[in-house]
């Protein structure tokens, strides 16, 4: 079975200061990976995903996450965090099979 | 392009009740989902449908919990007798078609409360 871990519950940084979002998986097979962001009483939305080819994917608004698959691992970043980016951030992962699995999320508040 | 709608948004009910839980997905979308999400959790997946007929439903704990979609458009998902475990946010997702790389879209959840 296949799993996600999330390092970070909660993330502060400060407004324009980059920030990491740590994300491993676990599976013995070809994965897709997702990250997904909920801002404050809003649904789960897509921000980017890796299906294959290039390891790094970028989202429009400044995110991008790099498949390791040696680390099993797929980071998201933003080199200069804005106000509007508080949310919390979900990582998951899905093979050619039909399960998919979120981890336990990230709370990202940036700070004025 | 309207989103997928749930309803309620907000349900309070005591042990053993039954509640129903209503999803409208995105007009044309094959795929529908619905995952359990408690507090402090990533969302679980409960149940995935393709058009009317379960894809899969492995962890839906099927003494308890029964879902439908009869027309391949709207689902409900039942809970009967509630639980206080139950406790959560319910979501509904949907895509285009079957397989994990699609995007999924989301509704806003129905908050469930079990005293």
């Known amino acids: 079975a296949q799993s996600v871990t999330q390092l970070d519950s909660q993330v502060p940084v400060f407004e324009e200061a980059p920030v990491e979002l740590r994300c491993n998986y676990s599976s013995s097979v070809s994965v897709y990976l997702f990250w997904y962001v909920q801002y404050p009483n809003q649904g789960l939305q897509l921000l980017l995903k890796?299906?294959?080819?290039?390891?790094l994917v970028e989202s429009i608004n400044g995110f991008e996450a790099e498949f390791n698959k040696s680390q099993t691992s797929f980071h998201l970043r933003k080199p200069s965090v804005h106000i509007s980016d508080t949310a919390e951030y979900f990582c998951a992962v899905s093979s050619t099979g039909n399960q998919f699995y979120f981890g336990t999320g990230t709370s990202l508040t940036v700070i004025p | 392009e309207a989103g997928v709608a749930q309803s309620p948004r907000y349900k309070i009910i005591e042990k053993r009740q039954s509640v129903a839980f209503w999803c409208n997905p995105i007009s044309g979308h094959a795929t529908l989902y619905w995952y359990q999400q408690i507090l402090g959790q990533g969302p679980k997946l409960l149940i995935q449908f393709q058009n009317n007929g379960v894809v899969d439903d492995s962890q839906l704990p099927k003494d308890r919990f029964s879902a439908e979609r009869l027309k391949g458009v709207d689902s409900t998902l039942k809970i009967q007798p509630a639980k206080l475990e139950d406790s959560a946010v319910y979501l509904c997702?949907?895509?285009?078609?079957?397989?994990?790389?699609?995007?999924?879209?989301f509704g806003p959840g129905t908050r469930l409360t079990v005293l």
């Open positions: 890796y299906l294959s080819g290039s390891t």
């Open positions: 997702a949907s895509s285009w078609e079957l397989g994990t790389y699609n995007e999924q879209f």
